[in-house]
């Protein structure tokens, strides 16, 4: 029986690419692993695919009596419903420690660095296996998007060497350039729909007794959702009435400029302000350098409830 290894749902390509490889190292230490998904790929995770001939994870949501890996996550609200019927052999994470719990003991490779393929990649490095050059090229990518092109604060100098000793294996001379193309792709937001926006990078948090959703758009320039906050709003306000939400928030992030501009629908918006000590204007707020929902979010907002 195989053992599947999967991200969070809302895969990004973080989730996607630790899949497939924290699923190839584990095939080569004799363990028979399979990469699975929990959902629909990101035009940029795609892109991540195209470019290096990397293989789709299987799409599977339901694991019990299943054995997994699970990676970029330990927490419940975006794990599969049924999560705690499966065997956890281990988890690769770069989160806060979720509410996951196991019953038998497990391989645990957490870390406070930028991207789950940073740790994989030290991974490869104990265990001494060698990373095949498309995955490595996927690995590489996968890192400069979470790291922002390493502009987000949760971007470390494991992650940037990582970056370095992979695209030498890819044979990628300017990773930048390819952070950047990736980033151009990420910023096409031309002909989505405001569902497929507001989820694209979408997670839900257990705060208190709330629950608060907190979506993330990165591109090159905001004005791509002048004409779309209306229908953001919209869609927004839905999200958090079919959820029975407390608040959602969408980040979207200026990677230039280096900013988010927060879109917030709340029960109660001073919770917002006093998180940021700042006042919404039309429930809209601009946070100066704020590139990551992870560290100069999340934090900001748990303690208000
Ligand atoms: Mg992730
Ligand atoms: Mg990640
Ligand atoms: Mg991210």
């Given amino acids: 029986m195989s053992t599947y290894v ?11 690419v630790g899949a497939i490889s924290l699923s190839y190292l584990k095939n080569q230490l004799k363990e ?14 795609k892109f991540i695919l195209n470019k290096f001939g990397g293989k789709l994870p299987l799409l599977k949501t339901s694991y019990a009596g299943e054995k997994v890996y699970v990676v970029d996550t330990t927490d419940l609200a975006i794990l599969p419903n049924d999560i705690l019927e499966a065997t956890v052999l281990g988890v690769v994470d770069h989160h806060k420690l979720g509410d996951l719990t196991t019953s038998t003991p497990l391989e645990c490779w957490i870390r406070p660095v930028g991207c789950s393929n940073t740790i994989v990649k030290g991974m490869y490095d104990y265990y001494n296996v060698k990373i095949p050059k498309d995955i490595a090229g ?41 952070g950047m193309e990736m980033f151009l792709v990420k910023s096409a937001v031309e002909g989505a729909s ?64 280096e900013g988010s501009q927060l879109l917030v629908v709340s029960d109660d918006e001073s919770k917002v302000e006093k998180a940021f000590g700042k006042t919404l204007e039309n429930h809209e707020v601009w946070l100066d350098g704020v590139l990551s929902r992870k560290k100069q979010v999340i934090p900001f907002l748990q303690p208000l409830f």
């Fill in 32 to 45: 028979d692993c399979v990469a699975a998904r929990q959902g629909e790929i990101s035009p940029e995770t």
């Fill in 194 to 257: 405001a569902k497929d926006l507001v989820k694209r990078d979408y997670k839900e948090f257990v705060m208190g007794d709330s629950r608060v959703g907190v979506g993330q758009l990165e591109v090159v320039d905001l004005t791509v959702f002048n004409d779309k906050k209306e229908m953001l709003f919209e869609e927004m306000n839905r999200v958090k009435k079919d959820g029975a939400l407390h608040s959602i928030i969408v980040l979207l992030t200026d990677i230039m400029t």
């Fill in 6 to 16: 999967f991200g969070h749902t809302n895969p990004d390509s973080d989730s996607i």
């Fill in 138 to 178: 996927m690995m590489m990518c996968a890192i400069l998007s979470d790291t922002v092109i390493f502009k987000s604060p949760t971007c470390t100098k494991s992650d940037v060497e990582a970056v370095k000793e992979l695209a030498k294996i890819a044979g990628v001379e300017d990773f930048k350039a390819l």
